[in-house]
């Protein structure tokens, strides 16, 4: 491979120009050359031998079978050149004292980071036993990969790490995410060819539409073009130079090819490069700080076409390994089984010549050593990359302040997301001058009930605007790209730097990022165990155009199956919220903004719906996360006959309306009203502390009583959530049942069986001796349910019963001693004449 690096620099008229830059450039004295490829070989040393050797880290006596590991794990490929980048970033912050984080996009290149941040001094600084001498040395080589060490990526236990890249894809959007409202910062973000085909890294190029270079920080990819992945070439690294530079340029980037595989010549091309995109980033920092520029900037990428090994075995078992996907794990296989394997692996260790790298005692030479930034400068120490560290508070309005009055249960509402967006427009100005807030989403924040957050801030957007377009601009507090997985992305990206946000989404479509979310809470389940990572503000979902209310858009968007995904996350590290009204969804989200190291899913609605408590009553609710809800049933002081349990919006309103039903018609029955916010109270405490004790939940579900429970989501899930309870074999569960179309609101809710009618049918089914009354009562809601039917089909909307219908029972608790029977001020009958009276 010959060397060179190009830029392809835009004339006036936008059109690449193409002009090879000098590889002779004077960036790099000889000396300082010598030293960085020294440096690297170092790096590179350290990788080979965490792959391999568990003794002998030096080789300071021949190496044997007992040196090296039994089982062989790791991944060489993409290493070296991101060894060879390392060993450069190092060189630029120390030129430029910058500031910059690195995020590997392959992270299965953990051998790379741990050796650099071992390298740069961090390493040990955190792990005191992992030394920078010869036992250091063995005790690093062996923890890697090894039961009881550290995995194979660059996992939270890597100092440098924001992203583990495991799950290949997300590095770009992270990269982004980390600085926007850095203005200082750069993240130095390696993609690899292969993790380019991803969905997510695709689209995330167009991050730099979105980033404002007067307040934001800069990314520099380098896309590691080393051609190919696991078992085959890589798509970027097949099509011909034109084509890849034409992509990356309507990606609206300036490109700088590396490419090449001598070292010496690579050396000059990167540094090179480097510098060019170094100075660009800040001639366009300046040009937008200083002088004003409002036009988008071209910023800079590297594309580093390196091999794929490179610096490995050339040749094993007659088969080509360095440049070809061979390279990819472990090149040189289990030296016990292969005659040859021990003396090439001691062939390629002793390449790097270690002796002239490390002295006697193991510790990297002085003159190596000052090659790497000191202090806060290195990669592995910048507090960007312990977020947790910078974190702030956010300054919080006193959410009872934007408090629903509700004069009497049942109160219509605007909408509860609509009351919500005032406290979240109040929450975004009050952090303006400390810029730690974002709101992030596909294109919805208007339709999901949040337009009050453009009362004080924008869209931001750095592409261009025509006159029509609303709420766009350079910087502002809501980000929306219609990627979820974009908005994800930049949202990790953002907490994981120390700063906070919210991500809402449609129900259905959250689903999109279900991965997502599975990285994000396993990254926080292990950093919850390493004292030295700084507790980050938690991700927040608020899915608010949720399943019950897309009745308009049909069955594509009724699913609720988020939820499902994320409980089956550790429960020390997930919560789900369904607030039953907007005081309810003021105080959850006042609690989740305050949160550290979850993940939150609120679950909200943003049409028009009953109010329930009041502010107070609200408060102490959600902090109990589950209540009897005595004011709306009829138990008074006796034993219930049946729990009517509901979770989530419109499951409590249909309730509610089952009750009203119930309490009117078969007064006898004595029904108890439980309703839960944090569905994770229905886990038993054993599993979950914040659960409800079993004592607990039995007092509240009763022990032998039937359950009729109305959920926002697949009924499964409370199954799945109650099944050690003693009282589960009588939970009925009413859920989603993917039954679903374009219909009306309620027939929706008929379609599921969740409805009304069909929850008193369900009662009087499950509980015993209703008799001829209850016989009576069920006949007539199955003629409404049928009545309801003929009646959308003619009128294309919900019966007037149904669209006006109010509770119209007693108040809230404290309105009524307790035991005192309801007033019962029904109005209207809700069955119809057929049954006044039958009561
Ligand atoms: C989303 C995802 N799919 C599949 C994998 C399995 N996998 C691990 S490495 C790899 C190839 C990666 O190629 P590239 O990004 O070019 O990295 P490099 O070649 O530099 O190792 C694959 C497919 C993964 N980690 N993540």
């Not at 919080?396 to 997301?417: E, H, K, L, N, S």
């Amino acid at each position: 491979m010959s060397t060179s690096v190009e830029t392809l620099i835009p004339n006036a008229a936008g059109v690449g120009l193409s002009s090879q830059l000098p590889t002779s450039a004077p960036t790099l004295s000889p000396q300082l050359m010598k030293s960085m490829d020294a440096y690297w070989r170092a790096a590179n040393y350290l990788s080979v031998g965490q792959m391999y050797l568990c003794d002998n880290p030096l080789l300071t006596r021949p190496l044997a079978l007992t040196d090296v590991k039994r089982m062989l794990l790791g991944h060489w490929g993409t290493t070296p050149g991101q060894n060879f980048i390392y060993v450069h970033l190092n060189r630029i912050i120390q030129q430029f004292d910058l500031h910059m984080i690195y995020v590997g996009g392959p992270g299965h290149g953990g051998p790379a980071v741990v050796a650099n941040t071992y390298l740069e001094g961090t390493y040990s600084e955190i792990y005191p036993n992992i030394s920078q001498d010869i036992s250091g040395l063995q005790k690093l080589f062996l923890q890697f990969s090894y039961p009881g060490g550290i995995p194979s990526h660059a996992s939270p236990e890597c100092p440098e790490s924001i992203h583990e890249g495991g799950e290949l894809g997300y590095s770009l959007s992270h990269a982004f995410g980390a600085v926007f409202d850095n203005p200082d910062l750069i993240v130095a973000c390696v993609i690899g060819d292969g993790e380019a085909e991803t969905g997510l890294l695709a689209t995330a190029w167009h991050s730099n539409k979105f980033l404002d270079p007067a307040t934001d920080g800069a990314v520099l990819p380098i896309l590691h073009l080393n051609g190919n992945k696991i078992a085959n070439p890589s798509v970027l690294a097949r099509i011909s130079h034109l084509e890849l530079e034409q992509l990356l340029r309507g990606y609206g980037w300036t490109r700088y090819f590396v490419e090449g595989d001598d070292p010496a010549l690579m050396h000059k091309a990167m540094a090179t490069a480097l510098d060019c995109a170094i100075g660009q980033i800040k001639t366009e920092r300046k040009n937008a700080r200083l002088h004003g520029h409002t036009s988008r900037p071209r910023w800079p990428m590297i594309v580093l076409k390196s091999p794929k090994g490179w610096t490995g075995p050339k040749m094993v078992d007659g088969k080509h390994i360095e440049g070809t996907f061979r390279a990819h794990q472990v090149p040189i296989t289990d030296p016990s089984k292969h005659p040859g394997h021990l003396q090439l692996l001691a062939a390629w260790l002793k390449s790097y010549r270690a002796e002239e790298l490390f002295d006697v005692d193991g510790r990297l030479l002085a003159e190596l050593a000052a090659l790497a930034p000191t202090g806060l400068r290195r990669m592995g120490a910048n507090p960007h990359a312990n977020g947790g560290a910078l974190l702030r508070d956010l300054q919080m309005p006193d959410f009872c302040d934007y408090a629903v009055d509700v004069t009497a249960p049942g109160i219509r509402g605007v909408g509860d997301t609509r009351v919500l967006g005032k406290f979240l427009r109040d929450v975004t100005s009050m952090n303006e001058a400390q810029r730690n807030f974002r709101l992030f989403g596909p294109d919805e924040t208007l339709s999901n009930g949040l337009g009050a957050l453009f009362e004080v801030t924008q869209r931001q957007w750095d592409a261009d605007t025509l006159p029509n377009d609303e709420f766009l601009a350079p910087t502002g507090r809501v980000m929306e790209m219609l990627s979820e997985h974009q908005c994800e992305g930049w949202l990790e990206g953002y907490l994981l730097t120390g700063r906070h946000g919210l991500f809402n989404c449609y129900e259905a479509f959250v689903h999109i990022i279900d991965s997502m979310f599975n990285q994000h809470a396993k990254w926080l389940k292990v950093t919850r165990q390493i004292p030295w990572r700084r507790p980050i503000a938690s991700l927040n979902y608020l899915l608010a155009s949720h399943v019950w209310r897309q009745d308009h858009n049909g069955f594509t968007h009724q699913d609720p199956g988020f939820i499902d995904v994320v409980v089956n996350k550790k429960a020390e590290v997930v919560r789900v919220y369904l607030p039953p009204d907007a005081n309810c969804l003021l105080s959850v989200m006042d609690h989740c903004l305050s949160s550290r190291n979850y993940v939150n899913v609120v679950v909200a609605g943003k049409h028009p719906a009953p109010q329930w408590l009041s502010m107070d009553a609200a408060v102490t609710h959600c902090a109990a996360g589950i209540g009897i809800w005595q004011w709306a049933g009829n138990q008074g002081n006796d034993a219930p006959d049946v729990v009517m349990a509901c979770c989530g919006d419109v499951p409590t309103l249909e309730t509610l309306a089952a009750v009203s039903i119930l309490r009117q018609y078969l007064p006898e029955l004595k029904v108890r009203v439980v309703n839960v916010v944090d569905l994770m109270k229905l886990q038993p405490h054993t599993e979950h502390p914040p659960g409800l004790t079993d004592a607990k939940f039995d007092e509240m579900f009763t022990e032998d009583k039937p359950i009729i429970f109305a959920f926002h989501g697949y009924p499964r899930l409370v199954h799945q959530l109650t099944y050690r309870r003693t009282n589960h074999d009588n939970i009925h569960v009413r859920g989603y049942k993917e039954e679903g179309t374009i219909t009306t609101p309620f027939d929706l809710t008929v379609s599921n069986d969740i409805d009304r009618f069909h929850l008193v049918i369900d009662v009087i089914n499950r509980t015993p001796k209703m008799g001829e009354n209850g016989l009576r009562v069920k006949r007539q809601v199955e003629d409404k349910r049928n009545e309801h039917r003929r009646y959308i089909v003619k009128h294309g909307e919900d019966t007037p019963e149904i669209r006006n219908w109010q509770w119209r029972g007693s108040g809230e608790p404290g309105s009524a001693p307790p035991g005192a029977q309801s007033p019962a001020p029904w109005g209207p009958a809700l069955l119809g004449p057929a049954l006044l009276g039958s009561s």
